[in-house]
């Protein structure tokens, strides 16, 4: 399981805590995954127990189908970064922004472009930042390159810090393989820069392997045009024994020929309309 813990003992928690009224449980489809929430109780006894400020504590009456599943990416994602990073003894998730959160501490209004998320880590290499952007699927990847490259693109060769960090990429979560693949010809086929963008697919996000060369970014010679594996930030400490692997991944003649890789101070791009 995602969080390390059976499906059942999972499930058994939950209930408790929503018969607590600490959490929320709603089921959006029946055939597809419930969301948690928090509650009116779980966030008073976050406030009052571990200072937590109540103005960042949400507790929705409600959620929408529409943006779920882009939220959910990021979320993951936050997810796995924490676990990775308290097993770690190099690196610390110093602190990881949702939307909403970057929206208020700039005060950016809905129709400005913000990231999806801001995580910021202390890395043997000194404070590194990653911007995440959730690509849904529903746009063209050669727009999704115009609205969620380009900005980065200005800010990066500007030497503008990134919530502080003078060190920052750029990650973005696509629901699939293929649709990974095709975003990232498309940065390419842009000539955005190599090696600020990591591109992943969800299928490939895993807790364990997360700090690891797990991400693909787009490496070109005379030769070839290719996907390469590079870890999320460098150096990386290996978490295990296979320690450091780097793999290449051919971009195809056509763009639906894909291949499967293995499982293994604030603008651009929210959302994907």
């Known amino acids: 399981m995602f969080m390390g813990v059976s499906t059942q003992l999972a499930r058994r928690a939950i209930r408790k805590l929503r018969d607590l009224q600490c959490l929320r449980v709603w089921v959006p489809q029946m055939a597809g995954q419930n969301f948690v929430t928090l509650d009116r109780v779980g966030a008073h006894l976050l406030e009052v127990k571990l200072g937590l400020r109540g103005d960042r504590l949400r507790t929705p009456k409600g959620i929408g189908r529409v943006q779920l599943a882009h939220h959910g990416q990021v979320v993951d994602l936050h997810l796995a970064l924490a676990l990775a990073c308290a097993r770690s003894r190099s690196f610390e998730l110093i602190r990881f922004d949702h939307e909403a959160e970057i929206r208020r501490a700039t005060g950016a209004g809905p129709g400005s472009r913000v990231p999806d998320g801001i995580a910021l880590l202390n890395t043997p290499a000194g404070r590194q930042a990653i911007a995440v952007e959730s690509d849904s699927g529903a746009e063209n990847p050669s727009r999704t390159a115009r609205s969620k490259g380009e900005g980065y693109a200005e800010l990066s060769q500007q030497g503008v810090p990134l919530a502080g960090a003078a060190e920052w990429k750029v990650v973005l979560l696509a629901p699939s393989i293929r649709r990974r693949n095709r975003v990232a010809r498309a940065f390419f086929e ?82 994907d309309a």
């Open 190 to 271: 842009a000539e955005l820069p190599e090696g600020l963008f990591l591109f992943l697919s969800m299928t490939e996000l895993d807790p364990r392997t997360v700090l690891e060369p797990l991400w693909w970014t787009q490496r070109s010679d005379e030769e070839s045009t290719r996907l390469e594996q590079v870890p999320l930030v460098e150096p990386v400490t290996p978490t295990c024994n296979t320690g450091h692997y780097r793999q290449e991944e051919r971009f195809p003649c056509d763009s639906e020929q894909l291949h499967s890789g293995p499982p293994g101070c604030l603008t651009p791009g929210s959302g």
